[in-house]
């Protein structure tokens, strides 16, 4: 079979990109993205539709495709994607509801559910996880309670990358990042248990087969030719989660090497051997792409989307002015926080617009401002945002570190850390080392080498890295800003605590009132 390129695609929360890799150089030759839409239908929901998922990463390939004569030489193709989503498809892959992503945290109940009839402890031993409305089963067992119909019609439940694999060759698979988002798989054994699943209410046959992140599923149908461009007969890897996928592009393979990813959410993901047992389950745990290795993973839902949210609130007058100057409308908002001192002259933002993930777990918990004062400027809420997301990340951080986690390398990509300023702030607020790797999008290349893998021309996912991955900056933080916001943290801490019961409440006023007639 001809080809020396692979190509992968990374499902994120708001967008979908692709990256063609030349396997001899160990060069990206094309790079496509599309977004696609997010939508909170009811207070605490939060939706998409499963053929947008698919649209996006039509476009993104076919970007790629228009780059150069590149389709007769892909020799294969993998996908990743954001995690926690539960879709339900009926036996022809048709959606039978939109798919109710991560950060949906309506099912409170099932979890309680979950807690009463198999136990946390159980799931703790089994998965590696709590039990939280980010995963997929509270979720299943909402459609289960309130849409019967639907969950008796489900023939499998997919993620977003499991949907798209299935629209590429034809096959149901899941590969084993996305089942260590099922509490019914037993992470250190790679496999399902039975019993827990029968104790959840939520049958294996409604999961699909599972496949190692670089193993083949199957191959691009002549359908799936004619909507992306690609060749009929290309072939398909199970992919892996977009962080573990991230993780392999950068190069963080080892365990004690750690890496924070930043989008619309972030990821701080640590690397465990398997077979280490780590009490600690407000960082969760999932399989990376190498077999052997866990992600001590702790994830943060507001990252970037709370400076989308800032630009699509307050930013008019930055964005008529990027666009005209053809300037990244971030790099402006970045520019005015450069000029506030550390502390953002002590305003403080706790970045939970709509649910808190790691390591609080809060549902109800909601953004704030605190620390408003007269001189409080525009510049002075950008930096906020920054240092607040920050804080998030330290807090994870320590919990890690007091549960045995060892971290000897932080390694960074993403969207935001793109920002110089913005890498510098969590330098300072972590107090470690920050390594920038000198690649585009990581997850993208992690499916593409899974690719590379699958289709035979690697025999080993690590066997590239050293080729494809280099590291262009380290960041060391600055020890005096770091004992001021060290000093600060301690404060931000204490707010989010003395402000939960009064979330709480909020959040049942909001309930009570959208309720009314």
Same mark, same amino acid.
């Given at each position: ?33 599309? *977004? ?69 945290? $309506?099912? *409170? ?76 798989? *037993? ?27 670089? &193993? ?63 009490? &600690? ?29 800032? $630009? ?10 990027? *666009? ?10 970045? &520019? ?143 020890? &005096? ?37």
């Amino acid at each position: 079979m001809a080809g020396h390129l692979t190509i992968g695609v990374d499902i994120g929360t708001t967008n979908v990109k692709a990256s063609i890799l030349n396997t001899q150089s160990g060069k990206i030759v094309a790079f496509g993205s599309q *977004e696609h839409p997010l939508f909170h239908p009811n207070p605490g929901w939060a939706e998409q539709e499963a053929d947008n998922y698919w649209s996006a990463v039509v476009s993104a390939i076919r970007q790629c495709l228009e780059q150069g004569n590149f389709a007769d030489d892909i020799a294969g193709i993998a996908l990743s994607g954001l995690v926690g989503v539960t879709l339900p498809v009926s036996d022809k892959g048709k959606p039978l509801r939109p798919a109710m992503i991560w950060m949906d945290s $309506r099912t *409170e109940p099932e979890c309680d559910d979950i807690r009463a009839t198999v136990g946390e402890d159980t799931i703790n031993r089994n998965n590696g996880n709590r039990v939280a409305p980010w995963f997929i089963d509270p979720k299943a067992l909402w459609i289960k309670k309130h849409e019967p119909h639907i969950f008796n019609a489900t023939h499998k439940f997919l993620s977003p990358s499991g949907y798209c694999t299935y629209k590429m060759c034809g096959n149901f698979t899941m590969n084993t990042g996305d089942a260590g988002l099922a509490y019914a798989y *037993e992470y250190q054994k790679e496999s399902w248990n039975e019993n827990v699943a029968n104790a959840i209410g939520i049958p294996l046959d409604k999961f699909p087969r599972l496949y190692r992140s670089h &193993e083949p599923v199957g191959e691009v149908t002549q359908k799936a030719a004619e909507e992306t461009g690609l060749r009929a007969g290309t072939i398909v890897a199970a992919g892996g989660t977009d962080i573990s996928s991230a993780a392999l592009g950068v190069g963080v393979t080892r365990a004690g090497e750690a890496f924070y990813s930043m989008g619309t959410g972030s990821n701080i993901g640590i690397m465990i051997p398997t077979e280490q047992t780590v009490d &600690e389950y407000r960082i969760l745990k999932w399989p990376h792409v190498l077999p052997g290795l866990t992600m001590f993973d702790a994830p943060m839902a507001f990252t970037g989307a709370s400076l989308k949210w800032y $630009r699509d609130q307050f930013g008019q007058s930055e964005f008529h002015v990027a *666009e005209r100057m053809e300037h990244n409308v971030f790099d402006l908002f970045t &520019e005015q926080a450069k000029h506030v001192p550390p502390c953002a002259d002590g305003l403080m933002y706790l970045p939970y617009l709509g649910n808190s993930l790691a390591p609080n777990w809060n549902s109800n918990a909601t953004g704030v401002f605190f620390g408003i004062q007269p001189t409080t400027s525009r510049s002075t809420m950008i930096r906020a945002l920054i240092e607040g997301v920050a804080f998030d990340l330290l807090s994870n951080f320590r919990i890690a570190e007091s549960a045995g986690a060892k971290i000897d390398n932080l390694v960074l990509n993403g969207g935001p850390t793109k920002s110089r300023l913005w890498n510098q702030i969590t330098a300072n607020v972590v107090n470690r080392p920050l390594k920038v790797p000198d690649i585009g999008e990581a997850a993208p290349i992690g499916d593409a080498i899974l690719a590379g893998v699958a289709a035979g021309i690697y025999s080993d996912p690590t066997e590239p890295l050293d080729q494809i991955v280099t590291i262009k900056e380290t960041i060391d933080p600055d020890p &005096e800003a770091h004992k001021r916001y060290a000093d600060f943290f301690e404060v931000w801490t204490s707010v989010y605590t003395n402000l939960k019961g009064d979330m709480d409440r909020h959040r049942a006023l909001l309930e009570r009132y959208r309720s009314a007639p």
